[in-house]
């Protein structure tokens, strides 16, 4: 496992790297997804040549990222004190959606401005913040921080994190009975050598590296084996999860990521439904935060029109609003987003048209590539 210094030492090298035409870069071409933005991908980049991506991630949406750390137990509060090699999160329009990711690389107090290194942004405030030309050092306002991943960097001390299982917490500053019901446990499996006192009510550095060696018993390895319980250990250790059956996990958004790299052709004035691994984009879900992101070769000036749609069982449908795209150059890289509830039964899918070349150039289109990327809600079974 590497180090925080080594993270941050990853970054610190690519300082002034630029991107190529159309967003080339070598995180991307490293990521296996060229020509995409890639801020997450400079952030799991940094990660693997530095030895940490089993505790940073390897992700290329920022809003997946952000839920692996939520499920790690690693997410911290956008008001709480920024450490160095934290991972920082923003959204530029204060949603609950991730936008954009960089790496913290100074400490600062609750409320200060962070000091960072970011891929895919701009060195000042004219360009785009989310989508610019290089990687830049940046001060940013917490007003635009959605949260922070915070690593399990080695020699990092023991871990902070907090998770909730069945109801319950567990980790740094849980308290309650179950806390030395774990305890207890740890002891009488001989794992109890970390406590001086105890064990008790209020989860300490003891308890935590009392779970690590009981985790490392299990098999369990690097950032793994932490010391915060999961499920499957917290089974182990107890034979059951204790309390609810009903989790703060259960209102977390999951994550949708697919992606089809087969070309299709895209006739003149047709709605063509887009399959991405099936046109289904998104089902059993109350509702959804998504994009369609699409590689298209198109004349320049021909008009390209999108809709998300909802289908319904009966055959029946709810259309969602047509969103227009001008093509600027024969290949073109387009998004389309919808966000919004679902009835039950419904499946989300996007269609898309093209048009209205300016010289009469009746030629096909053609989709070379087409993603999909967000989050939804489950829907109550």
Known sequence: MGTVDAMIAAAEADVG????????????????????????????????DSGNADVVGKFAYCPEHVNWFRARG???????????GDVVFYSWDGGPLADHVGLVVGDSDPGDDIETIEGNTSSGSSGSQGNGDGCYRRTRSRAYVLGFGRPAYAGSG?????????????????????????????????????????????????????????????????????????????????????????????????????YNGTEHQLPRDQWVTVDVKGVDLVKNASAYNATVYLTLYAPAGATVQGRWYHQRKDGSRWDGPIVERLMTTGSSFVDFTHQGSISDGETARFEVTYGSVPNGDSRPAAITAARVRGVYWKADQ
Not at 18 to 28: A, F, I, S, V
Not at 30 to 35: E, S, V
Not at 166 to 191: E, I, K, N, Q
């Open 17 to 48: 790297y630029k991107e190529g035409p159309g967003n080339d870069t070598k995180h991307g071409r490293w990521y296996g997804m060229p020509n995409e933005p890639w801020c997450d991908m400079a952030v799991s980049k940094w990660a693997a």
């Open 74 to 84: 690693q997410w911290i509060g956008k008001n709480a004190p920024a450490r160095r």
């Open 158 to 258: 023991p871990s902070r994190s907090r998770v909730t299982i069945g109801g319950l917490s567990y980790g740094y500053g849980a308290h309650g009975d179950h806390v030395t019901r774990v305890g207890r446990a740890l002891v009488a499996r001989g794992f109890g050598s970390h406590y001086t006192e105890g064990p008790g009510p209020d989860w300490s550095d003891a308890d935590t590296a009392s779970y690590a060696a009981f985790q490392r018993s299990l098999g369990y390895r690097g950032a793994d084996a932490d010391g915060i319980p999961g499920p499957d250990s917290l089974t182990a250790l107890l034979g059951e999860i204790p309390g609810s059956n009903t989790t703060e996990d259960d209102d977390m958004p999951i994550s949708i990521g697919e």
